[in-house]
């Protein structure tokens, strides 16, 4: 009866979403993640300066509408290359690849490189919501997505593999169009990573953000009884 509600609810789906992606995905590349920045550093010493970035950087948008291509959603976003590519035999697949994109993100006068990509298990939310036979409503893959994001923010927390190799990116799309929305957000979370390093460089207790950098400070509360929680993960 439990399992019956819960499907009728669609509670099980963001839950099973998140653990699969961790599984299946994050908990394999993000402990060889810094190794590949660091062998990207030596060959271009010049493009990663800032080393407290060299983590992957996975964008949640809450209305699960993913770029293919991140250079078309926002002309502050250049493709540079790939890192150093992960091989492994997995599932009856020889030699699967596992990658990742490094992007300059153009902020005024100078560049931020990082990598950078979204969580894909948002799409799966999207096809979704957009077939008949799922039976899922636009109001379901919201709630569904801010599931996710709690979710998977909670198992990689408790992931002593994955500690100080990601940054989760949620954010809420405004309704106005804005050329370069999705690099601001980038940007910010990059510019936090800095002031966090040195923060704790200095032996302080980094401070919250103003709420003025923030524009997507949103409650995820999935109940009337939840507290409310910040859309920003300060993972680092």
């Not at 009866?1 to 509670?11: G, T, V, W």
């Given at each position: 009866?439990?399992?019956?509600?819960?499907?009728?609810?669609?509670?099980n789906v963001a839950h099973g979403l998140a653990w699969s992606y961790y599984v299946g995905y994050l908990k394999i590349v993000l402990?060889?993640v810094k190794k590949s920045m660091e062998e990207f550093s030596r060959a271009n010493p010049n493009a990663l300066a800032r080393r407290?970035?060299?983590?992957?950087?996975?964008?949640?948008?809450?209305?699960?509408?993913?770029?293919?291509?991140?250079?078309?959603?926002?002309?502050?976003?250049?493709?540079?290359?790939?890192?150093?590519?992960?091989?492994?035999?997995?599932?009856?697949?020889?030699?699967?690849?596992?990658?990742?994109?490094?992007?300059?993100?153009?902020?005024?006068?100078?560049?931020?490189?990082?990598?950078?990509?979204?969580?894909?298990?948002?799409?799966?939310?999207?096809?979704?919501?957009?077939?008949?036979?799922?039976?899922?409503?636009?109001?379901?893959?919201?709630?569904?997505?801010?599931?996710?994001?709690?979710?998977?923010?909670?198992?990689?927390?408790?992931?002593?593999?994955c500690a100080g190799t990601y940054r989760l990116i949620a954010y809420e799309e405004s309704g106005e169009a804005e050329t370069h929305?999705?690099?601001?957000?980038?940007?910010?979370?990059?510019?936090?990573?800095?002031?966090?390093?040195?923060?704790?460089?200095?032996?302080?207790?980094?401070?919250?953000?103003?709420?003025?950098?923030?524009?997507?400070?949103?409650?995820?509360?999935?109940?009337?009884?939840?507290?409310?929680?910040?859309?920003?993960?300060?993972?680092?």
């Open positions: 009866e439990i399992s019956e509600m819960s499907e009728r609810s669609k509670q402990p060889r407290e970035t060299w983590k992957l950087h996975i964008l949640l948008p809450l209305s699960c509408d993913i770029y293919d291509d991140l250079e078309k959603a926002d002309s502050n976003i250049r493709y540079l290359t790939d890192l150093t590519e992960t091989t492994l035999t997995r599932a009856g697949t020889k030699k699967r690849v596992y990658k990742h994109s490094l992007y300059a993100i153009r902020d005024e006068d100078k560049l931020w490189h990082c990598a950078v990509e979204y969580a894909t298990p948002l799409q799966s939310l999207y096809a979704m919501s957009q077939d008949e036979g799922a039976a899922f409503s636009r109001e379901d893959r919201l709630e569904q997505a801010k599931l996710f994001y709690r979710t998977l923010e909670e198992i990689l927390k408790g992931s002593k593999e929305f999705l690099s601001r957000e980038i940007l910010w979370h990059l510019r936090q990573q800095r002031h966090e390093e040195y923060a704790l460089c200095e032996g302080n207790q980094p401070h919250n953000p103003s709420m003025t950098l923030s524009s997507t400070e949103l409650n995820i509360q999935i109940s009337e009884s939840d507290l409310p929680q910040p859309l920003r993960s300060d993972c680092f």
